[in-house]
């Protein structure tokens, strides 16, 4: 993410196109710290704090993702 520029959301997506595994389930815990990550890089580089999407919509958005490919 820091790298590339790339915010959660996107990072999130750029991984999943190119990994061979479709699935790509991230501990919950994970991903929350990544999204915390991501504020404090924007806290010290002085810019605002913003977020594509919330916690609760990346979360969601996962789970629906994978559910074509989980059992069950």
Known sequence: MSSTGLSFPRAYCFVRAR??????????????????????QQQKRN?????????????REIALMNKPYSRG
């Open 19 to 40: 990994r061979l595994n479709v699935i790509i389930q991230p501990h919950l815990r994970f991903t929350y710290e990544l999204l915390k990550w991501e504020e404090h």
């Open 47 to 59: 810019q605002p704090l913003k977020r594509e999407l919330e916690w609760a919509t990346i979360a």
